[in-house]
């Protein structure tokens, strides 16, 4: 995931995305891993926020790690 990323930062001529989302969840991989990826990429600074539309019940943001100074308050 991150080498994608990066290649599309250097396409887009930009240093970072706002906000990543995937379109589509593979449910074949536990959320948490996903989500982990996607962490991983913020740590990085290749992104700054991260949003999820497809999530159920399984995971809640409750479960989340508490927002940090590059989170916005209750995410």
């Known amino acids: 995931m991150k080498n994608f990323v990066a290649y599309s930062l250097k396409r887009l001529g930009t240093d970072h995305i706002d906000i990543y989302r995937?379109?589509?969840?593979?449910?074949?991989?536990?959320?948490?891993?996903?989500?982990?990826?996607?962490?991983?990429?913020?740590?990085?600074g290749y992104v700054r926020f991260a949003g999820l539309s497809e999530v159920g019940g399984v995971w809640s943001w409750a479960s989340a790690s508490p927002p940090t100074a590059r989170s916005p308050a209750g995410c």
């Not at 995937?22 to 990085?44: K, Y």
């Open 22 to 44: 995937p379109s589509r969840l593979d449910p074949t991989v536990p959320i948490e891993e996903t989500v982990g990826a996607i962490g991983d990429l913020i740590t990085a």
